[in-house]
């Protein structure tokens, strides 16, 4: 059974950091598709930032250069590193894993006030 837990998200400043992570259990986050989704309020859903099981990144045109996504295999633990966060970054966070099965976190709460 796959068990994805985010770390909690919090409220920030525009322009601040904030980091989160995903823990998984049942799963070797190294030999998955990982991603990062969010939801903001009326919106729908869209991938942020994903990382192959062979590495590569891929980024949204609104967080290039911003967020960055990595993994750790010793934690097995997927991260979302968000830099110059701006108010239109509020949104639902949820960790994802994406291939060969797909499965979702719980989503945790990032809200950038301006």
């Known amino acids: 059974q796959v068990q994805l837990v985010e770390s909690r998200g919090g409220l920030v400043q525009a322009g601040g950091s904030l980091r989160l992570s995903c823990a998984a259990s049942g799963i070797i986050v190294n030999d998955y598709a990982m991603g990062w989704y969010r939801q903001a309020p009326g919106k729908q859903r869209e991938l942020v930032a994903s990382?192959?099981?062979?590495?590569?990144?891929n980024y949204a045109d609104s967080v290039k250069g911003r967020f960055t996504i990595s993994r750790d295999s010793t934690a097995n633990t997927v991260y979302l590193q968000m830099n110059s966060l701006k108010p239109e970054d509020t949104a639902v966070y949820y960790c994802?894993?994406?291939?060969?099965?797909?499965?979702w976190g719980q989503g945790t709460q990032v809200t950038v006030s301006s």
């Open positions: 994802a894993a994406i291939r060969p099965v797909f499965s």
């Open positions: 990382i192959s099981s062979g590495g590569r990144t």
